[in-house]
């Protein structure tokens, strides 16, 4: 058939874009990421085959007259493609439902197996078809094609379709070539040598340097360049690094971007994948990137090296309908895992599965953090799919921490009075509190100012203020958290400094919440170990609120492992040095010791749904992987204060434009608007579900619209120098907590 005849868009024929993908497809051959020629050549068929269906009559009269699909007339064209493809020209018939199934499937317009067998469909398929030479769809056909749904080989047949059809249709490069990476490291090394000509890479990078072609696993202490480790790693390879919180893969991107790369042809190089992704593009922008083109090819993972979250690339774990092309990307790429220890139980269920499918499929991985539990260990390398690593530890000498434990809750006079010793002595007198709750960090800050600490030495910082107010306040914090600074103060926070900023304290005052917590913490104070430890710099609280520890649906830290946690730290007194660290950790956070936990059962339970979730059960946009429910809102008393402004925003929103526009000014209107969307959104905090009672007349104010059918409500709350404030457990009385406000 010469589909040179027939159109697949009205400005592009079958025959063209088909050949599109095929070129496609060679690129990712010449890069070598199709590891099988067998499988080359089958998706090769799946690609010539997969818009066969589009000559029928009536989807080239909707081309052509630009209608909207009817399904009375017509059927989708990913099912009449189907019938193009013979099977009797396959030497095994296997291969042919596997090129079969990833043409059938490379859309999900309807159930297309039902479509299938349905007799309705059937009659139409028919009608459809009848100008050509097709073959039947036998119903044993259509039987043995749902049986390759999770066949290794189906999988990547489909999964390299879709990036190749993708790819096409949105007119995005496939992949670019990683010739960069180990080239850009050797000139950071020529920047360090110029200032310090000893400078080389230290015995982490170096391992792995040597180890970039196994799986990896590595626990190296802070400050010992895992950043740089886990890049030599990667060398001139696909790659992604994953981090856990948005503000350490924006720093990383930055590092990258400046120092490695000197911000040099970055949107062919190197991808920022996180929810803001787009809007931090569009504030980082140079004159000559087009932002839209850039982040597009960011979304399609077609560039050499990504800095991303976890939800970004993880949610493949819930097989949506065309999950197999994020996996298939994944099986010919590297993938850099950091601090694996922050993520919770539901998260590291997800992860672990994910790593382990990556590397049956081809992948590789690196585990690259400070401190790693047993249990995780234990959870990688036995049960299905277990993966091999080369495994190192990697500590220095260096002594950051004398720690004094105390067997009460934290307090005021605590802190109060070492602050004032401190001033006495004439001394740097930088102090970090870090509270498990945002409600503590309030109590303290509030404390501490009745005690006349003044307002300009004591501050505040969690994820409870509008994001305006919030950013502010981490320039602040790492400007006055520098290493070489000499300052006097005290700053008081929640689990949100552990491990996102890159600060460096005189001394800390901290809540117990677990020991891999603990030694993140700890990990803010005395960074770079330049400091005096003849004397106790970190004061550790072991005593917490009960109604924390979970109890059933309530609390939010697990009570046995908090209890673990407690046992290893009571006759903690003096220096405590990294291998210490890693001795606790290793001795207490074993398979054996969880068991019984919560953190254990809701592992296991997430676990368990991932591994027994047929393949398109859930709908990718109903995927959520953090699930914690919480909403942006405006505290009334802020929306007052920029009333003006955030109401002009919003009219240029809602602002209908008459005339048709190109596709360069629907981009640029795109941008404008989530500039303005980001301006409006800067006065928001985010609430949980509990925090606050969304009632119409009541609570809620207002509404500000953003578009046609999205707004942020207004709100009546409690919103000052100190945050949001919670309801309090009185007024939330009959409603169980959700504790999503920790940070």
Not at 14 to 39: A, F, G, P
Not at 140 to 168: M, P
């Amino acid at each position: 058939m010469d589909l040179s005849y027939y159109k697949a868009k009205p400005n592009k024929t079958i025959r063209e874009h088909t050949d599109e993908l095929l070129q496609n497809l060679d690129i990712l051959q010449s890069l070598n990421y199709i590891k099988s020629q067998h499988i080359y050549e089958l998706t090769r068929i799946a690609c010539e085959y997969h818009d066969y269906g589009k000559v029928n009559r009536e989807f080239q009269k909707r081309i052509k007259n630009n209608y909207k699909f009817n399904e009375e007339i017509e059927i989708a064209h990913n099912v009449l493609s189907l019938y193009f493809i013979d099977k009797s020209k396959f030497e095994n018939v296997d291969d042919y439902y596997k090129v079969g199934f990833a043409v059938l499937n490379h859309h999900n317009y309807c159930d297309n197996f039902r479509t299938l067998g349905e007799e309705d469909s059937k009659e139409l398929i028919k009608n459809l078809l009848s100008d050509f030479e097709v073959n039947k769809i036998k119903r044993r056909t259509v039987k043995k094609l749902k049986e390759v749904t999770e066949n290794e080989e189906a999988i990547l047949i489909k999964g390299l379709l879709h990036k190749c059809d993708y790819s096409a249709s949105g007119e995005i490069p496939i992949e670019y070539e990683n010739n960069f990476l180990k080239c850009g490291l050797e000139n950071l090394l020529e920047k360090w040598k110029s200032k310090d000509n000893n400078s080389n890479w230290n015995e982490l990078q170096q391992f792995c340097k040597k180890n970039t072609n196994n799986n990896i696993m590595v626990v190296a202490q802070t400050g010992m360049g895992k950043t740089e480790a886990g890049l030599h790693w990667i060398g001139n390879n696909k790659g992604f690094f994953i981090l856990p919180l948005k503000a350490a893969i924006n720093s990383i991107y930055k590092r990258v971007k400046e120092d490695i790369l000197n911000e040099n042809s970055i949107e062919s190089k190197l991808a920022l994948l996180h929810s803001d992704s787009l809007n931090y593009y569009s504030n980082d922008k140079n004159d000559e990137m087009d932002i839209m083109d850039y982040y597009n090819q960011s979304k399609q993972f077609s560039l050499p090296l990504s800095i991303s979250t976890l939800d970004q690339l993880f949610d493949f774990v819930f097989k949506y309908q065309g999950y197999e092309l994020k996996l298939v990307t994944l099986s010919y790429s590297k993938i850099v895992i950091d601090e694996i220890q922050m993520y919770g139980a539901d998260l590291l269920a997800y992860l672990i599965y994910g790593i382990k499918m990556i590397n049956k499929f081809g992948g590789r991985i690196a585990i690259l953090t400070a401190t790693l539990a047993p249990f995780i260990k234990d959870l990688l390398k036995t049960g299905e799919n277990p993966i091999e690593f080369e495994e190192r530890t990697f500590i220095n000498d260096i002594k950051r921490h004398n720690v004094k434990v105390y067997h009460s809750e934290i307090d005021t006079c605590s802190i109060y009075n070492k602050f004032q010793e401190n001033r006495e002595l004439g001394i740097s007198n930088k102090i970090l509190v870090v509270c498990n709750t945002v409600k503590k960090a309030q109590q303290l800050y509030t404390e501490l100012l009745e005690k006349c600490v003044s307002s300009e030495k004591v501050n505040i910082l969690h994820s409870k203020f509008i994001k305006c107010e919030r950013a502010s306040k981490e320039i602040e914090i790492i400007e006055f958290g520098k290493t070489e600074k000499i300052g006097e103060g005290i700053w008081i926070s929640t689990q949100i400094v552990e491990a996102s900023l890159d600060i460096d304290f005189d001394y800390l005052f901290t809540e117990l919440s677990d020991i891999s917590g603990l030694f993140q913490r700890l990990g803010r104070c005395n960074r770079k170990g330049m400091k005096s430890v003849d004397y106790p710099n970190c004061f550790v609280f072991l005593n917490i609120d009960n109604n924390l520890l979970t109890n059933g649906t309530k609390g939010f830290i697990d009570r046995k492992i908090y209890e673990l946690s407690k046992e290893a730290l009571k006759d903690i007194d003096g220096l405590l040095t990294e291998r210490d660290k890693t001795n606790i950790i290793n001795q207490y956070l074993t398979t054996e010791n969880l068991k019984g936990s919560d953190y254990w059962f809701r592992y296991n339970q997430f676990a368990k749904k991932i591994a027994d979730l047929p393949p398109y059960e859930i709908d990718k946009k109903d995927i959520n992987l953090r699930n914690i429910i919480s909403y942006d809102v405006i505290p009334n008393e802020i929306y007052q204060k920029y009333k003006d402004e955030i109401d002009e925003y919003s009219e240029k929103l809602l602002l209908n434009i008459s005339k048709k526009l190109n596709k360069e000014e629907v981009e640029e209107l795109k941008i404008e608007k989530l500039q303005l969307k980001e301006e409006i959104k800067k006065f928001t905090v985010p609430v949980g579900i509990y925090d606050i009672f969304l009632k119409e007349g009541n609570t809620i104010i207002k509404k500000i619209y953003i578009s046609r059918n999205e707004f942020i409500n207004v709100i009546n709350c409690t919103y000052n120098e100190l945050g949001f404030i919670r309801l309090t457990r009185k007024e939330v009385k009959g409603l169980e907590d959700n504790f999503d406000n920790f940070l």
